[in-house]
């Protein structure tokens, strides 16, 4: 029986984590010689009594055979530490998973990617943000990764299949157990025409503990991590401090300074992360290694001042009165109903309405159910 699957058998056998399976290869065990083992001799090589126990009784071929045909069954493909097609950059960092499952297009792992992540409740200007970096950076050639959470990680996946780009979904459960179930859609979307990815086994369910761990993973697949929108104790800053450690680049999304759900992005280009306000500003670190760079609107190859201003910005110029700017800052940020915007803003019912439908009809914001209003 070949290494890889009994490294499955291993890693799937009920109370043997990473750090048992890590004593054994770094203890120098050989993984076919482990059938022959007994209650002692799991003990000796480092597993708890209980752990030694269980291995004795159950730990066998038939139990390796058995979780093999459990993964293929399912149409699951099964990546080990092992194996010669096991990513490079994932090898490079401090704690690869032994074992990946994977849907889809496992050569994704191979190209070059960046991971995308930020809050899950975006303000209207990190949808817009994301949606258009997302698109960019598809688009000329780089995989997004990201983690299929709500907010901008699936604005980021949605971006890239809109624009027929490549995307890596990392999850936080088993492969077969979406989370959030909202985005099952999206995530069968993704195993067509991207790759969906996991180190937790088939039905893996979410817990407390695993997606932090899952960002590690996003972080090391990637060159680099881009951070669009985060407040100070996102999930986001940890992948962030992964691609660090790996030794990545890191960047970050300026927003209005007004937003709490930018200043985690703030702090991050404060500490030295590289501002990102286009797309080429990522793409200029990693533009010998990309083909399709310069299909990019943004390339700076082309002299900035031919490109004008409507060109170069994400939302359409158009002019607007100093009332008008102000009630777009708030939206910019999240939307707003009418009486909060009268409570924030401090103006009558009629001095408001006037200035909303003005910025509906210049098209820069819309109504939607509820009274409430969007940017656009």
Not at 92 to 113: C, F, V
Not at 177 to 186: A, D, F, I, K, S
Request: hydrophobic share 40%; glycine share 8%.
């Amino acid at each position: 029986m070949e290494d890889r699957w009994i490294l499955l058998g291993l890693y799937e056998m009920e109370g043997i984590g990473k750090k048992s399976i890590s004593k054994l290869i770094d203890g120098g065990h050989l993984l076919q010689e482990l059938f022959l083992y007994d209650e002692g001799d799991w003990i000796t090589a480092g597993m708890r009594r209980d752990q030694a126990a269980r291995l004795a009784k159950c730990f066998d071929v038939n139990w390796v055979e058995s979780r093999r045909q459990h993964v293929y069954d399912r149409g699951i493909e099964v990546i080990t530490y092992l194996d010669s097609n096991y990513p490079i950059l994932m090898k490079e960092t401090a704690q690869p998973p032994w074992i990946m499952y994977a849907r889809g297009d496992i050569q994704l792992l191979h190209q070059p990617s960046i991971a995308m992540v930020g809050t899950r409740m975006p303000t209207v200007y990190g949808r817009k943000v994301a949606e258009k970096l997302a698109e960019q950076l598809s688009q000329a050639g780089l995989t997004v990764v990201s983690g299929l959470a709500r907010g901008i990680d699936r604005v980021c996946h949605e971006s890239v299949l809109r624009a027929n780009g490549k995307t890596i979904a990392v999850f936080g459960t088993g492969i077969d157990c979406v989370y959030p179930p909202e985005n099952r859609g999206l995530a069968e979307q993704i195993a067509e025409k991207g790759l969906l990815l996991s180190e937790y086994p088939l039905g893996t369910k979410a817990r407390q503990g695993l997606f932090p761990e899952r960002n590690r993973i996003i972080a090391g697949l990637t060159l680099g991590t881009l951070v669009v929108e985060a407040d100070v104790r996102s999930g986001s800053l940890i992948t962030a401090d992964a691609a660090l450690e790996a030794g990545r680049d890191v960047f970050a999304v300026p927003g209005p300074i007004t937003s709490p759900k930018s200043r985690g992005a703030h702090n991050l280009i404060r500490q030295g992360a590289k501002m990102v306000t286009c797309a080429d500003d990522l793409l200029e670190e990693y533009r010998l290694d990309l083909q399709n760079v310069e299909q990019l609107p943004y390339n700076r190859e082309r002299s900035p001042e031919k490109l004008d201003l409507a060109e170069r910005s994400w939302f359409p110029e158009v002019e607007r009165t100093s009332d008008e700017n102000r009630v777009i800052v708030l939206l910019e940020q999240e939307e707003l109903t009418v009486d909060q915007l009268i409570d924030r803003l401090g103006w009558d019912f009629g001095h408001l309405h006037s200035v909303l439908l003005s910025l509906i009809i210049k098209k820069q914001i819309s109504q939607l159910p509820g009274t409430k209003y969007a940017r656009v």
